[in-house]
Antibody, heavy 120, light 108 residues
């Protein structure tokens, strides 16, 4: 079955960068895009961007253009999302999400989430 | 930037019908998706492409869309349906996702 397993919680200082990983299994990694969505405490889901694992092309929310980098390692079936110049407003749970073989247009599968804390 | 608008909260008695709306200018041309999120958990897809229900989602969840409004209906709501519900769609170019503000459904 499809599984997305994310890296563990992170604590970072303001101004630092954080990288979160998402390892996919149970399907052909290059067949579907991988999206990143974050959720600040008590706030709405916020779409950040996606990557086409097949060719590495990305698309970002305009809000995160230039500050978020999404990459992939096809040999490891893993996608990485890095946020730079962290502020307290970046404290959130970060999720990877992907369509799947039966539902190719929606976030049918989600990682467990990675909590990022930003504190001096 | 493109926005989807949902009511902040909906309350319903057990066994009654809850309806959650989502309005957006691009919805006449773009599909709506609905996610259920319970406290401390990752979201779960409950409706995709306006009306389709993933395997394993109870039949009491249904979706519809007309014009600039999509609707998630829970027919015969159960206590376990208490959660936040988010609608989602894409921008007019179909390249970027957007989420609504979320609706907290209370069943009591």
């Amino acid at each position: 079955q499809v599984q997305l397993v994310q890296s563990g919680a992170e604590v970072k200082k303001p101004g630092a960068s954080v990288r979160v990983s998402c390892k996919a299994s149970g399907y052909t990694f290059t067949d579907y895009p991988m999206h990143w969505v974050r959720q600040a405490p008590g706030q709405r889901l916020e779409w950040m961007g996606w990557i086409n694992p097949g060719n590495g092309k990305t698309k970002h929310s305009q809000k995160f253009q230039g500050r978020v980098s999404i990459t992939r390692d096809t040999s490891a079936s893993t996608v990485y999302m890095e946020v730079s110049s962290l502020t307290s407003e970046d404290a959130a749970v970060y999720y990877c999400a992907s369509p799947g073989p039966d539902i190719p247009t929606a976030a049918a599968f989600w990682g467990q989430g990675t909590l990022v804390t930003v504190s001096s | 930037s493109y926005e989807l608008t949902q009511p902040p909260s909906v309350s319903v008695s057990p066994g009654q019908t809850a309806r959650i709306t989502c309005s957006g200018d691009a919805l006449p041309k773009k599909y709506a998706y609905w996610y259920q999120q319970k406290s401390g958990q990752a979201p779960v897809l409950v409706i995709y492409e306006d009306i389709k229900r993933p395997s394993g989602i109870p039949e009491r969840f249904s979706g519809s869309s007309s014009g600039t409004m999509a609707t998630l209906t829970i027919t015969g709501a159960q206590v376990e349906d208490e959660a936040d519900y988010y609608c989602s769609s894409t921008d007019s170019n179909g390249t970027r996702w957007v989420f609504g503000g979320g609706t907290k459904v209370t069943v009591l």
